[in-house]
């Protein structure tokens, strides 16, 4: 429940922070980054490559994913989810995501939603995403994952 807590806390702050008379406007430059980014996310996925999938995830205890079974907290606790979730090639399928929305929240983060779908041969799942990106050392690294 506190760690719950602190993510809305993070949100409310990070929505405030937006809202400010400064200008974070997301240059094309940046879209652009993110967007070769899911790219490679989804050529990883789609050729059964988790760890690099994973890779573009931060890698620490830091890390958040929100889903229907709940949250789980850390890259590590994230990967081992996923590889039990989704084992081997045919059990990730193929993976399309939609990115509709950037928002950026400060100098060096931005909030990215959009639409998911699944394909295996014998059915599919899609839903919706949103996700907090941060500029870590030069390089856009995802934060915070919602999927439902």
């Known amino acids: 429940m506190k760690n719950i807590k602190r993510i809305a806390l993070f949100l409310i702050l990070s929505l405030t922070l937006a809202s400010c008379k400064q200008d974070f406007t997301l ?8 967007d070769a980014i899911i790219e490679k996310q989804l050529e990883a996925w789609n050729s059964g490559d988790m760890e690099t999938f994973m890779s573009f995830y931060d890698q620490s205890d830091s890390l958040i994913f929100m889903g ?44 990215v939603v959009g639409s998911f779908k699944m394909t295996w041969p014998d059915r599919e799942f899609s839903g919706y995403y949103s996700e907090i990106w941060r500029k870590l050392d030069g390089e856009w690294t995802v934060l915070f994952d919602h999927s439902s």
């Not at 240059?27 to 993110?34: P, R």
């Not at 996923?82 to 399309?96: D, I, Q, S, V």
């Open 27 to 34: 240059t094309q430059q940046e879209k652009n980054e993110i």
């Open 68 to 111: 229907k079974s709940g949250i789980t907290y850390g890259w590590q606790e994230n990967y081992d989810v996923y590889k039990r979730a989704f084992p081997g090639k045919e059990g990730m399928g193929n993976l399309h995501f939609d990115a509709e929305t950037y928002q950026k929240i400060d100098k060096h983060t931005v909030l």
